[in-house]
């Protein structure tokens, strides 16, 4: 979503929105925050990734949390954790790519030429089958490789970055790129910087113990000025993905199940298409759900009636918003 179209829609829900319900995500209570919250959590190597979750839900003393995309024991890098019901929007997350840097050693020396050329035939769309550990049915599959860029050579090991399709094994990547060359390959370690519109460059990742710290400063000062900084509102997971702002009337019937029609709606970004994925937010932008657009832009700004988008995942609990419906 472009920054002038964003101002727009947020000076539109200023104009006409209901002070008494509801909280600006940047403003939420932490109470509230840590319902609606995602962690971009730098995971160590060593401990899985449902340990790491289980670690975070006890410091934060929650009773649900989840995570997007597993890393290895052994990997290290971004894990975005969500909180309470931001678990529910982790999905979009998948939507985007991730980027890892690996280091590979190949099993005897190969000429960096030729290393060049085969990493070039890997890029585009390939064929994968799960290794025997995973969490998933072992059948073929096609994932994308947008970018396998070869960072450094120092001997027999290799320092690539790889930007792919969410659902790659990267470890299996590089065992038949060794293939391929003939030598045979390794993977030695691996560190994930990218997940979507996350980035480990421009965000910043959270370490465990900085969890610890800021919570523990909350819990015995009260102060809250760490524990935002660890945790990010919900709606940071929706960058990029389209939006439509609806009445705060409709916000109530929209948690209890119901469809979003064309009377409920505020505003939407120019350009809107059928069949987009969407995110449904209130005036104050909180995320209510995920939904799937029924009709392009152009037909919901001339009809006054009809269902204008279907709701697929609901992340805001009912009751936040009064009643408006019958």
Not at 251 to 258: E, K, L, M, P, Y
Not at 275 to 292: D, M, N, P
Request: proline share 4%; net charge positive; hydrophobic share 40%.
């Amino acid at each position: 979503m472009s920054s002038n179209r964003l101002g727009e829609l947020i000076r539109i829900a200023d104009e006409v929105t209901n002070k008494k319900f509801g909280y600006p995500p940047h403003d939420r209570p932490i109470k509230e925050l840590l319902n609606y919250g995602i962690i971009l959590l730098d995971k160590p190597g060593g401990p899985t990734s449902h340990e790491v979750v289980a670690w975070v839900k006890r410091i934060l003393e929650l009773e649900k949390a989840g995570h997007s995309g597993t890393l290895d024991p052994g990997a290290t890098g971004l894990l975005p954790i969500g909180l309470g019901d931001a678990t529910k929007a982790l999905s979009v997350l998948l939507l985007g790519p991730k980027e890892y840097y690996a280091i590979a050693r190949l099993h005897s020396s190969d000429d960096h030429t030729n290393i060049i050329n085969v990493l070039a035939e890997f890029v585009g769309e390939i064929y994968q089958r799960p290794p025997q550990r995973s969490s998933v049915k072992r059948s073929t599959r096609v994932r994308t490789i947008y970018k396998l860029d070869l960072v450094e050579q120092k001997d027999n090991n290799l320092l690539l970055r790889i930007l792919c399709q969410a659902g790659t094994y990267v470890r299996k990547l590089i065992y038949d790129i060794g293939e391929v060359l003939g030598s045979g390959a390794t993977m030695f370690e691996l560190r994930r910087t990218r997940v979507s519109n996350f980035r480990e460059e421009t965000n910043g990742l959270v370490r465990l113990h900085d969890v610890v710290d800021a919570f523990e400063t909350y819990k015995e000062k009260g102060e809250d000025k760490l524990l935002r900084k660890v945790v990010i509102p919900v709606e940071e997971c929706l960058n990029g993905i389209s939006a439509i702002v609806v009445k705060d009337s409709a916000v109530d019937a929209i948690c209890h199940g119901a469809q979003l029609a064309v009377p409920g709606i505020v505003a939407f970004e120019k350009g809107l298409d059928e069949q987009e994925l969407v995110g449904i937010y209130t005036l104050k932008w909180e995320l209510i759900a995920l939904g799937q657009t029924l009709m392009k832009g152009d037909v919901i700004k001339e009809n006054t009636k009809g269902i204008a988008c279907s709701t697929k995942r609901l992340i805001m609990r009912p009751g936040t918003y009064p009643r408006g419906w019958k």
